[in-house]
């Protein structure tokens, strides 16, 4: 069982930053990846950030340039930092953690922790 734990989200208006923090516990290996998904309002997951700890991070179109995925494997922590936030990046933002080997750990299935969920509202 691995428990993950979030923090950092809040409302922002357009423009702004946020940074969102999660820790990973219950398990002594470390995982093989961790991801951020973003869920808006009627919408199904997506994968916003994900990092793997032997081949690096990828990101959503979307957030390219904007979001800086970063994390340490030692102590299985990962962080999102979201700048130049815009309305469409509202939502409620999970941390996920894949213990089992994927291709691409780019979908939710790829993942089999996840955490409590954080809401990020960004104003216009």
């Known amino acids: 069982q691995v428990d993950l734990f979030e923090h950092g989200g809040g409302q922002v208006q357009a423009g702004g930053s946020l940074r969102l923090s999660c820790s990973a516990s219950?398990?002594?290996?470390?995982?093989?990846?961790m991801g951020w998904f973003r869920q808006a309002p009627g919408q199904d997951q997506q994968l916003v950030a994900r990092?793997?700890?032997?081949?690096?991070?990828s990101y959503a179109d979307s957030v390219k340039g904007r979001f800086t995925i970063s994390g340490s494997n030692t102590d299985n922590k990962v962080y999102l930092q979201m700048d130049s936030l815009k309305p469409e990046d509202t939502g409620v933002y999970y941390c996920?953690?894949?213990?089992?080997?994927?291709?691409?750990?780019?979908?939710?299935?790829?993942?089999?922790?996840w955490g409590q969920g954080t809401q990020v509202t960004v104003s216009s």
């Open positions: 219950g398990r002594t290996e470390s995982s093989l990846a």
């Open positions: 990092i793997t700890w032997a081949d690096g991070t």
């Open positions: 996920a953690a894949a213990y089992s080997t994927s291709n691409w750990y780019s979908t939710a299935s790829d993942y089999g922790y």
